[in-house]
T-cell receptor, first 112, second 113 residues
Framework: LAKTTQPISMDSYEGQEVNITCSHN???????ITWYQQFPSQGPRFIIQ???TKVTNEVASLFIPADRKSSTLSLPRVSLSDTAVYYC?????????????FGQGTTLQVKP | NAGVTQTPKFQVLKTGQSMTLQCAQD?????MSWYRQDPGMGLRLIHY???????DQGEVPNGYNVSRSTTEDFPLRLLSAAPSQTSVYFC????????????FGPGTRLLVL
C-alpha cells in the first residue's frame, strides 16, 4: 500500500497560487493519484485525478513527474472559499480490493 | 439523483447501546465504504464492499459490523457503543471501475457517553 506524505497545514492569501506537494515513494505501477477537498462539516469531494505528467480541470492542476514519486496540486488564485483540507490519495488497485486510504491531509487557510 | 444519503445526521448513545447507521445510494454504484473521522486524524476506512453480498475490513473494523444485501444499501452496525467510537461517520460509493472517484454522503455525527 502506497503511503502518502503531505504538509499538515499551509497558509495563503486571496489571489495567490497555492501548490501542495504530496510524496508517495512506494507508488505502484497501476496506482492513480487522486486529490480530494473537504470543507468543515461536509464529506470529501473529488478534485482531480492523474497518472502521469499534467492534468488540468476547471478547479485545479495536477503535476506528476516522470518517476511518479510525488505530485503537486496547484490551485490558481485562491479565494477564501478554498479554505479546506486537501487529501492526496494513491490507490490500491489489486483485483477487487481497491480501497482508498486517507491520510491527515493538508489544512489550507486562505486569508484576506 | 439523491446521491449518497445518510441517516441519522446526529445521534447520542450511551455506552453499551447498539445502533445502525444507514447509508443509501441511488447511482447503482458497486463499491461502497464507511469511514470515520476524528479530529486531526483524517479519514480512516472501517469497512468496504465491492458488491452485494461482499464485504471486507478496512483499517479500523473492530466494534463495527456491515452487510450488503442490496446494491443500494450499506448499513453500519455498532453492536455495543463505546466512547472511543465518538466520531463523524461518512459513507461513500463509486463505480467499481472508477473507485478512485468516490461520492461521499453528508456524514453522521455520533456521540457516545
Amino acid at each position: 500500500l502506497a503511503k502518502t506524505t503531505q504538509p499538515i497545514s499551509m497558509d495563503s492569501y486571496e489571489g495567490q497560487e497555492v501548490n501542495i506537494t504530496c510524496s508517495h515513494n512506494n507508488i505502484a505501477t497501476n496506482d492513480y493519484i487522486t486529490w480530494y477537498q473537504q470543507f468543515p462539516s461536509q464529506g470529501p469531494r473529488f478534485i482531480i485525478q492523474g497518472y502521469k505528467t499534467k492534468v488540468t480541470n476547471e478547479v485545479a492542476s495536477l503535476f506528476i513527474p516522470a518517476d511518479r514519486k510525488s505530485s503537486t496540486l496547484s490551485l490558481p488564485r485562491v479565494s477564501l472559499s478554498d479554505t479546506a483540507v486537501y487529501y492526496c490519495l494513491v490507490g490500491e488497485t489489486d483485483g477487487n480490493t481497491g480501497k482508498l486510504i486517507f491520510g491527515q491531509g493538508t489544512t489550507l487557510q486562505v486569508k484576506p | 439523483n439523491a446521491g449518497v444519503t445518510q441517516t441519522p445526521k446526529f445521534q447520542v448513545l450511551k455506552t453499551g447501546q447498539s445502533m445502525t447507521l444507514q447509508c443509501a445510494q441511488d447511482m447503482n454504484h458497486e463499491y461502497m465504504s464507511w469511514y470515520r473521522q476524528d479530529p486531526g486524524m483524517g479519514l480512516r476506512l472501517i469497512h468496504y464492499s465491492v458488491g452485494a453480498g461482499i464485504t471486507d475490513q478496512g483499517e479500523v473494523p473492530n466494534g463495527y459490523n456491515v452487510s450488503r444485501s442490496t446494491t443500494e444499501d450499506f448499513p453500519l452496525r455498532l453492536l455495543s457503543a463505546a466512547p472511543s467510537q465518538t466520531s463523524v461517520y461518512f459513507c461513500a460509493s463509486s463505480y467499481s471501475t472508477g473507485w478512485e472517484t468516490q461520492y461521499f454522503g453528508p456524514g453522521t455525527r455520533l456521540l457516545v457517553l
